[in-house]
């Protein structure tokens, strides 16, 4: 596609639950990012996939957290048993080729509120 | 270690002002690479510029220019006659050339231009 698509726009659910979040990638990107960014914080980074693989997983805030991507393209990241503290916005970024030099694109973001 | 900070949380200024937006950065790798994104109210991160380390020539472009000093690690960004839709987050990133391939933002710089 023309830019990078999340989906959905909004999610809002309860404590406990489990949510997934959707990132599409500008077509040929194959590096893909997911950061968070909580209300009035600046951006936090989660993960980052070359390719299908996820060479830094470190900024995953807790084991609730992980995210996959499948077939160089869409990823999903998945939070488990959802806390009112995982409530931000969780955006999505890619890139041609993983390094400062093509830039990066980001989504709109999925705006998660857990009450 | 990779860190990125604007020191200014947020700023107000009347319409047709020119206001300057700081930004330093601590990085150890000799290339690496500078952003300034726009977060405007509707939320998605527009990319504005993207410098490495090896230019150090000042750019303009438009109403917007950028000063890249190196001697004091800076990458600070100027806005000229400002218009109100300018009101804006703005985020200065760091990414490092040789190491994890992500960006490390700033907490961003609230710019709030009065009409």
């Known amino acids: 596609g023309a830019g990078v698509s999340q989906s959905p726009s909004n999610k809002v659910t309860e404590k406990g639950k489990d949510v997934e979040l959707r990132c599409d990638p500008i077509s040929g990107h194959t590096a893909l990012y997911w950061y968070r960014q909580s209300l009035g914080q600046g951006l936090e980074f989660l993960i980052y996939f070359q390719g299908n693989s996820a060479p830094d997983k470190s900024g995953l805030p807790s084991d609730r957290f992980s995210a996959e991507r499948t077939g160089g393209s869409v990823s999903t990241l998945t939070i488990q048993r959802t806390q009112q503290e995982d409530s931000a916005v969780y955006l999505c970024?890619?890139?041609?080729?993983?390094?400062?030099?093509?830039?990066?694109?980001f989504g709109s973001g999925t705006r998660l509120t857990v009450v | 270690a990779q860190k990125v900070t604007q020191a200014q949380t947020e700023i107000s200024v009347v319409e047709k002002e020119d206001v300057t937006l700081d930004c330093v950065y601590e990085t150890r790798d000799t290339t690496y690479y500078l952003f300034w994104y726009k977060q405007p109210p509707s939320g998605e991160l527009v990319f504005l510029i993207r410098r490495n380390s090896f230019d150090e020539q000042n750019e303009i472009s438009g109403r917007y220019s950028w000063n890249f000093q190196k001697s004091t690690s800076s990458f600070n960004f100027t806005i000229t006659a400002s218009q109100v839709v300018d009101s804006a987050v703005y985020f200065c990133a760091l990414s490092e050339a040789h190491r994890d391939d992500k960006i490390i933002f700033g907490k961003g710089t609230r710019l709030h231009i009065l009409p």
């Open positions: 970024a890619s890139s041609l080729g993983g390094t400062g030099v093509y830039g990066y694109t």
